[in-house]
């Protein structure tokens, strides 16, 4: 799919997700039960649910999105990447804005969406989210019945892993076994929950979110065998 794929119809994404409480203790009864019983999956003998409670936010069902990041390529003097980003407390405003965004722009089978592990994070996830905010899947989530060469979704995960099911490489190892021209970044994905629930810092969560769409952006080129963006080949909007 990759070597037929033009860079036009490539929308690259990312997403950040927070629990949907900050703590535990602020979760009511029933939440308190299902995620007693998601974690006593996850967690050792040692840990509580309480313990386990700040990875809520990497599931669907105990999270929520605060920050959509997305960038299209187009060509003028070269190709060019422009970013722009949906975030904000109301998820459901966030979504919305997203949706609307695939609706006018990116409503037929022609055009992709990639992100990095995109297949089993990103794109279940938002789907998931935007069902349970009583939305509308716009088409190119909406995966249902579909045949796997008719779904419109590109993974860079999946296309490093040629196959390889083992095991796990991050994005940041990739951008730096191809020292690909990313802006620097001093947040974890492991952070994003704190910044948000304690600092409400969505400058430094939306940069993150950001750079991660220049890496797979900047990761397609490098697998398509293109010459990288250079950093005034890239607008934010």
Known sequence: MLDHTHLRNILFIDI?????AEHYDDLDDDSKHFWNRKSGYLRKEEETPEDLYPQAGIYAEFGKVICISVGFMHEEEGWQLR???????DEKKVLSEFIALLNKHYNSNRY???AHNGKEFDFPYLSRRILINNLKLPALLDVAERKPWEIRHLDTLKLWK???????TSLRLLVHLFKLPVPTDEVDGSQIAELYWKNGDFEKI??????DVVAVAQLILRFKNMTPLEEKSITIV
């Open 162 to 168: 040629f196959g390889d099911y083992r095991n796990f």
């Open 206 to 211: 939306v940069h993150h979110c950001q750079t």
């Open 16 to 20: 950040e997700t927070v629990p949907l």
């Open 112 to 114: 992709l969406l990639c």
């Open 83 to 89: 970013i722009k980003s949906m975030y904000g407390h």
